[in-house]
């Protein structure tokens, strides 16, 4: 199977797994609440936080740009939030710069051309690209252009689909993560054997991200041997914004970093064998051993 490599970290089997905080638009436009979400990844023990970048007049549908929202800046329409939630080159130079004093990773999920060509001012070490983007021939050519790392999402779409962004987009320095597309994702619908199914389509390193609200299918999914998980983070679920409840909390993302760290350990490398650790207990317990 292909490795990735971003940054330092090697992203792949048998390697420990790359863990992804997504911090989204949970900062709901505030750049302090941007750097305490960093604050919490890193204290958390993940190797990178993850925005997502709109030029809001290309994204939002137009049948959607007049409809008003009740948002904590009044009773708005949606374009008017989506401006307001929307993070530029000021708010994004301190991140970049906040997160190489933390020592951190960034990166981001852009939605449209004109912000890759934003991104591609700060020296990220890889793109993300969202489920609903999977289909987009235009922003998978712009992205691949760039020739970094990518990680591409697949909720929301089928394997055809799947192997057609992978055809354009190449198996090398490709992470795929299996994803349910929901907010948040029904636990009977999040089908964690497709992460298998993908280990055996794909030669390339398998990921999930998750969008579920506990944590035990993230942990499961880590058992089941992917290579990066990412998961959205917040400081509080009851904050105003649609993904807060699909976020994990301080605590959970502490576990979920936890378990990455020993989760090789405990799988192991599949041979089965008499360990060092048991001869002595072999020896107390068998009577006839040979």
């Known amino acids: 199977m292909n490795k990735v490599q971003i940054s330092n970290y090697i992203i792949g089997d048998n390697e420990p797994i790359f863990v992804v905080a997504e911090i ?4 709901n436009g505030d750049i302090k609440i941007a750097k305490k979400l960093i604050d ?88 993300k690209i969202a489920s609903a983007l999977l289909t987009d021939i235009s922003m998978l050519e712009r992205i691949k252009e760039t020739r970094m790392p990518i990680i591409l999402s ?18 090398d320095n490709l992470i795929i993560t299996h994803c349910n597309s929901s907010y948040p994702a029904p636990d009977n619908e999040l089908n964690l054997r497709i992460i298998h199914t993908l280990k055996k389509e794909f030669d390339c390193p398998i990921g999930y991200s998750g969008h579920e609200t506990g944590m035990i299918p993230t942990l499961i999914a880590m058992g089941m041997g992917i290579a990066l998980v990412e998961r959205h983070i917040t400081l509080d679920r009851g904050m105003w914004g649609t993904d807060q409840s699909a976020s994990l909390s301080p605590v959970g993302l502490g576990y979920i970093c936890d378990a990455a760290k020993y989760i090789n350990d405990y799988l192991g490398d599949g041979v089965k064998r008499v360990l060092d650790s048991e001869k002595i207990v072999m020896k107390k317990l068998r009577n006839n051993e040979k």
């Open 154 to 171: 697949t909720g929301m779409s089928t394997m055809e689909q799947i192997k057609k962004a992978v055809g354009i987009l190449g198996e």
């Open 24 to 27: 989204g638009l949970n900062h």
């Open 40 to 127: 919490m990844a890193v204290k958390a023990g993940c190797q990178a936080v993850k925005y997502q970048k709109r030029t809001p007049d290309i994204c939002v549908p137009e049948n959607q740009k007049n409809k008003m929202r009740e948002t904590p800046w009044g009773y708005i329409t949606y374009l008017e939030y989506k401006k307001k939630i929307e993070f530029g080159n000021e708010e994004y130079t301190e991140i970049d710069r906040y997160c190489k004093e933390k020592n951190i990773l960034w990166f981001a999920s852009p939605w449209d051309i004109p912000s890759v060509d934003f991104l591609e001012g700060y020296a990220l070490p890889c793109y």
